[in-house]
C-alpha cells in the first residue's frame, strides 16, 4: 500500500482507495481490475475422450516413482526414528 496525491486537493491518499476522502475525486477508475482482483479466465478446451484417457493414463504414470520415493522417505525416517526411539526408550514401554 503506497500514498499517492489527490488530482484535486493534493492530499495524502491510499492507492487503494476509490476516491479522496477530503474532496471526493476518484482516483482509480472502478472498472479497472485492482491487485487484489484480479480476474481469472478459465478457458475452455476441445479434447476428444480417447486423447483425455491418453492424458490421464499419462498423469497417472508420473505419480507413480513420486509415490515409490515418498515412500522410501518414510520408510527410512520409519527405520531411524524407529531404532533411536527404541534405544532411547521412547514408544515402546
Known amino acids: 500500500?503506497?500514498?499517492?496525491?489527490?488530482?484535486?486537493?493534493?492530499?495524502q491518499v491510499s492507492d487503494f482507495a476509490s476516491s479522496c476522502p477530503s474532496c471526493g475525486c476518484p482516483i482509480r477508475?472502478?472498472?479497472k481490475p485492482s491487485?487484489?482482483?484480479?480476474?481469472?479466465?478459465v478457458s475452455?478446451?476441445?479434447?476428444s475422450f480417447g486423447k483425455m484417457?491418453?492424458?490421464?493414463?499419462?498423469a497417472a504414470i508420473a505419480v507413480i516413482p513420486?509415490?515409490?520415493i515418498l515412500f522410501l522417505i518414510l520408510f527410512?525416517?520409519?527405520m531411524v526414528?524407529?531404532?533411536?526411539?527404541?534405544?532411547?526408550?521412547?514408544?515402546?514401554?
Open 66 to 68: 513420486a509415490v515409490i
Open 53 to 58: 484417457v491418453s492424458f490421464m493414463v499419462k
Open 76 to 78: 527410512a525416517l520409519g
Open 1 to 11: 500500500m503506497a500514498l499517492i496525491s489527490c488530482p484535486e486537493c493534493t492530499h
Open 29 to 31: 477508475d472502478s472498472s
Open 44 to 47: 475452455d478446451f476441445d479434447m
Open 35 to 41: 491487485a487484489s482482483s484480479t480476474a481469472v479466465v
Open 81 to 93: 526414528f524407529g531404532v533411536w526411539g527404541s534405544m532411547l526408550g521412547v514408544g515402546n514401554t
